[in-house]
């Protein structure tokens, strides 16, 4: 079992900047992909970004050039770095661990975009 808690959201003017950070339990973090949705009201659960286990990285066309992911397997966390933020970037951001054929998943943080 994986406990995920994500922190860092808020309120942040267009063109703002935001790091998530999502923190995980137990000992087993470096052998898990690890990922961020996000979910706007209305809308279906998006992939945002992907860490692998080997550190190779993937992002929705969205958010490609925006957006940052990285993970310090030292200290069992994954962060999202996201610069020049716009109001369609407003939802719940959400971690997630994969592997093993499991997912494991965080209460989620807002993230609002607005002026």
């Known amino acids: 079992q994986v406990q995920l808690v994500e922190s860092g959201g808020g309120l942040v003017q267009p063109g703002g900047s935001l790091r998530l950070s999502c923190a995980a339990s137990?000992?087993?973090?470096?052998?898990?992909?690890m990922n961020w949705y996000r979910q706007a009201p209305g809308k279906q659960r998006e992939l945002v970004a992907t860490?692998?286990?080997?550190?190779?990285?993937n992002y929705a066309d969205s958010v490609k050039g925006r957006f940052t992911i990285s993970r310090d397997n030292a200290k069992n966390t994954v962060s999202l770095q996201m610069d020049s933020l716009k109001p369609e970037d407003t939802a719940v951001y959400i971690c997630?661990?994969?592997?093993?054929?499991?997912?494991?998943w965080g209460q989620g943080t807002q993230v609002t975009v607005s002026s």
């Open positions: 137990g000992s087993l973090f470096r052998f898990y992909n």
């Open positions: 860490i692998t286990i080997g550190h190779s990285t």
């Open positions: 997630c661990a994969e592997g093993g054929l499991r997912a494991y």
